[in-house]
């Protein structure tokens, strides 16, 4: 590993004293506080290497972990999945605690209730869903054009059919 590769912070692994993270660096040594103490290591020579896989984004230098995070992360939001949380903090208020309460037209039928934000939930998902199924259409490669365009209104005629239940978000632009 070359001294140009570590940061202060990093956490780095070596073969006799086990992982350690960086306190300093010097022009060819780190110090390195491990478990028995601070160390003074030539990461070159010592056999040092990180603990954590490491990815270089030029400029940046980020843990693995963390660079998976904010990918995931941003990658959930592009295709437009919410958090469970985000979901019911999109439902007006107005409507929280309610119930969509189902009657049949035959009275010896049972009346059907069914929490409001499980039913808002399920109006979500098929909003992201059909988000999904867009961006994979127009992602295809195989699919012409026109092949595109002809899936696409299907797929708006469904978010039309669901602008029914705008009255239920909180927002405006979280609206079909």
Known sequence: ???EDMRIGMQVRHVQYGVGAVKSL???TADVRFDSGVHIVDPHSSGVEPAQPTAVI???SISM????QRTVDEVVDKL???KPDAVVEQLGARWHGGKAVLHPADPTLQTKEVPL???????????NNLRVLEQKINA???LTDGEKVEMQQYVTRSYGSLTTFNVLFK???DQF
């Open 26 to 28: 010097n022009e060819h």
């Open 171 to 173: 927002q405006k632009e």
């Open 140 to 142: 295809h490669d195989k």
């Open 117 to 127: 934000e499980t039913f808002f939930h399920k109006i979500v998902m098929v909003r």
């Open 1 to 3: 590993m070359k001294i």
């Open 65 to 68: 972990g963390l660079l998976i």
């Open 58 to 60: 030029s400029p940046l």
């Open 80 to 82: 437009g999945f919410e």
